[in-house]
């Protein structure tokens, strides 16, 4: 798949209340580390039993990385972005 900047992905990741009622706290494993922070609810279709889709924006293209920036406060990347591979991206997330 082409990626392009501005382009919305929808991310799987592990779902769990947050200290707020209107925000999640999330996990995304990418099989090279977890991103985790709180994101408002809005962000995240619950799949159930701890799972879910955050919406993420792609912010650059590189050879074979996307950057996504997902809208929230994290505590495992500077302002709420993380430097996914195109091929984890292929293969785990879905394209809005």
């Not at 592990?14 to 009622?21: C, N, Q």
């Not at 099989?31 to 159930?48: I, K, P, Q, T």
Request: with cysteine; charged share 20%; net charge negative.
């Amino acid at each position: 798949m082409d990626y392009f900047v501005g382009q919305f992905l929808k991310i799987p990741c592990e779902v769990s209340k947050g200290p707020f009622a209107g925000e999640f706290l999330i996990s995304i494993d990418t099989g090279l580390g977890a991103h985790s922070g709180f994101v408002r609810r809005e962000s995240v279709d619950v799949l159930g039993e701890g799972r879910g889709l955050v919406t993420g924006e792609i912010v650059e293209v590189q050879d074979d990385t996307v950057v996504v920036r997902f809208n929230g406060s994290f505590f495992t990347t500077a302002a709420g972005v993380a430097q996914l591979s195109q091929t984890w991206v292929s293969s785990h997330a879905s394209s809005l």
